[in-house]
């Protein structure tokens, strides 16, 4: 009888969790993602080292995946994501048990279900088992729930084989993303503490041997510094260059000053991850901090704490630009981990003697919060980033350099090189790397150009030489300064999406912009944060590109590509693209067309007192100066200084 009850068990949580991995796959990205899941992607396929601190584990257990033949490379390494969040939840589930009767003496199991079901479908959790950078966070969260669960078993009972396997598993997490699992030492420390007088000096040396085990994960980083492998992003071969990479001293970015604004920033985008995550239900979090202080004050404080250290860590310490504050949502995870324990046991207690009334509003609420994720997380159609790769492809002509500095830019194009060995013909210099000697060293080594310093002038030489063996370079990104200095004896165009630096300057037809896939540009998963910012470079750059054309007397080019940019669904300034376009329409003598977008800038910014001094100006040609007054009244109240203005008016 027993046996059966465990067989049936058994079969409703494999149905369970088949269930939410399905739903995963129906909505898991069909490539890459617009951020650093290309660059990760590629690191898999070629055994290589991504950025720092190289994620040793995920990139060899990864590897097994992209082996598959499933999809693509890409679409493989998402599919591991998927598959180290369900190993999560399954852990989660034995965890939220153990708890449950530590904390009760009975387990909890159909609130640990209910618990697993909040957690999984999650915003941030379903997230980020969709995508193949999720996959390191997921592996995370799955080391993290390993850890806790040993801890509460070893608190019950002292188990010497459970130590070595948690001692195993804690150095096993530090080869994936150390900086967030340092934050578990204590439980190391808490359960060596209170079982010291049963430890023995030979069980040291287990718990050093283990420790090591688990580290040794590492050694890939060195073996392959001396490969030479396509993606590398440091010099790994050598004790120094390793422990700086391991340090992430190549990936160490600015961060954002310590100001009032910036904590208030980080704190609202913190908050508003705390209170929409798991909906209202975070409310059961807080009879879940009481009962855990009543129940026991070690799995308490540990939690506390662990909720402090992430709070400081991300808020005051990894200080993000404004610009991408939404990152830190991805690094709260195990933040987001905690309160999913604390609402199950605030669940655990407060509903467990409402139990089937429980259940019923819970399927209703369930069907709801999983319909909310699914409209944000579905992104089973976002070629948002691939197609990046290809609208480059489009813009890059055969057999020249790319500069390449801005991960949206860099990483799709090196993902379609490396892995589907697309436009073998471009070759790419990553700019960032040129501040080490190992980057100048990769970029001597595969295109023969060598230089001493890292500064402006090595940025001119680099130019100098690559223009030497190429008529165009192109660039996704550079400083104002860097313009100054190269237009002193370079030209300096755009060319779609991508800036030009050649001698003697072509200036590329604005059809390009035409054999751009805006494919998903009206999706729902456009609209988010990193998405938002990659589509606003097409708007940014064909409106710029527009003005160029403007100011060459291109007049109906210049209108055709202003048009492009008013259909990218993004904010913009509406308005000072509607005066350029009357502006544009006068030079054409289309008065008429002018009148009209002269009107859309009002309605679009009501101040904006150009557009009443020109519709002032052309009513009073018309002989209408009744309207040419009206028009002429608004300008002078939005402040007009133009004298011509002023004197009509007073004519008037």
């Not at 801890?151 to 084989?161: E, S, T």
């Not at 790319?402 to 379609?416: I, S």
Request: hydrophobic share 50%; with cysteine; glycine share 4%.
């Amino acid at each position: 009888m027993i046996k059966n009850n465990i067989i049936k068990e058994s079969f409703f949580l494999l149905l369970l969790f088949l269930v939410i991995f399905y739903i995963y796959l129906i909505s898991l990205f069909p490539s890459y993602k617009n951020n650093d899941s290309p660059e990760i992607s590629a690191a898999v396929y070629t055994l290589g080292i991504c950025h720092p601190p190289g994620y040793p584990f995920f990139i060899n257990t990864a590897k097994i995946f992209s082996l598959f033949p499933i999809g693509n490379i890409a679409f493989r390494i998402n599919l591991f994501s998927s598959f180290m969040a369900i190993l999560t939840l399954v852990v989660t589930y034995y965890l939220l048990i153990n708890l449950s009767f530590y904390l009760f003496k009975k387990e909890n199991k159909l609130y640990s279900i209910i618990s697993v079901f909040l957690l999984s479908f999650s915003y941030i959790f379903w997230n980020q088992a969709i995508e193949a950078k999720g996959g390191i966070y997921q592996l995370n969260l799955l080391f993290m729930s390993i850890i806790l669960f040993l801890y509460i078993k070893l608190l019950k009972q002292f188990n010497l084989k459970y130590f070595y396997l948690l001692i195993y598993i804690y150095s096993l997490s530090l080869t994936n993303h150390w900086q967030s699992m340092m934050v578990l030492l204590p439980v190391i420390i808490i359960l060596f503490w209170k079982y010291k007088s049963l430890l023995k000096s030979n069980n040291l040396i287990y718990f050093l041997s283990f420790f090591i085990l688990g580290l040794s994960i590492y050694v890939f980083l060195f073996i392959r510094g001396f490969s030479y492998t396509v993606i590398n992003w440091g010099n790994t071969s050598d004790i120094i260059g390793f422990f700086e990479f391991i340090s992430r001293r190549p990936y160490t970015g600015e961060i954002e000053k310590f100001t009032l604004e910036i904590i208030f920033q980080h704190i609202k985008v913190f908050t508003d991850l705390i209170l929409h995550n798991y909906w209202f239900l975070w409310i059961f979090a807080i009879p879940g901090v009481y009962i855990l202080f009543k129940k026991d004050k070690k799995i308490f404080f540990l939690f506390i704490y662990i909720l402090f250290a992430f709070t400081v860590a991300v808020i005051f310490y990894n200080r993000t630009k404004i610009e991408v504050i939404w990152l830190i949502k991805i690094f709260l995870m195990p933040l987001q981990y905690i309160i999913l324990i604390l609402i199950a046991t605030g669940i655990f207690y407060i509903l467990n003697n409402y139990q089937s009334l429980f259940v019923i509003i819970f399927l209703f609420v369930i069907f709801f919060y999983i319909k909310n994720s699914f409209n944000i997380n579905y992104r089973a159609r976002d070629f948002l980033s691939y197609d990046m790769a290809f609208n480059l492809f489009n813009t890059i002509k055969k057999d020249t350099f790319y500069l390449g500095e801005h991960d949206m830019y860099l990483f799709p194009v090196l993902y379609e090189q490396v892995v589907n060995k697309k436009r073998l013909d471009i070759k790419i210099i990553q700019l960032p790397f040129l501040q080490f000697d190992w980057g100048k060293k990769q970029v001597q080594r595969k295109y023969n150009i060598f230089f001493k310093y890292y500064n402006l002038n090595t940025y001119y030489e680099l130019t100098s030489e690559c223009l030497e063996r190429s008529q165009i370079i192109y660039r996704d990104f550079s400083s104002e300064l860097f313009d100054k200095i190269l237009k002193l004896d370079y030209i300096v165009n755009l060319s779609g999406l991508l800036k030009t630096i050649s001698k003697k300057g072509t200036f590329e037809n604005y059809l390009i912009f035409k054999l751009y896939s805006l494919r998903g540009f009206y999706s729902n998963f456009a609209k988010t944060d990193e998405n938002t910012e990659l589509i606003e470079r097409y708007m940014i750059f064909s409106a710029i590109m527009a003005e160029e054309l403007m100011n060459k007397g291109k007049y109906s080019d210049a209108i055709e590509l202003y048009k492009y940019a008013l259909k990218i669904p993004v904010e913009k300034l509406d308005y000072k693209i509607y005066y350029n376009m009357a502006i544009c329409y006068n030079k054409l003598n289309n008065f008429e067309k002018e009148f009209d977008y002269l009107n859309k800038c009002i309605v679009s910014k009501p101040d904006f007192v150009f557009a009443y001094e020109r519709l002032a100006i052309y009513y009073y040609k018309k002989g209408l100066k009744n309207e040419a007054k009206i028009y002429l009244e608004n300008a002078i109240k939005y402040g007009s200084t133009n004298k011509e203005i002023i004197d009509l008016y007073n004519e008037l």
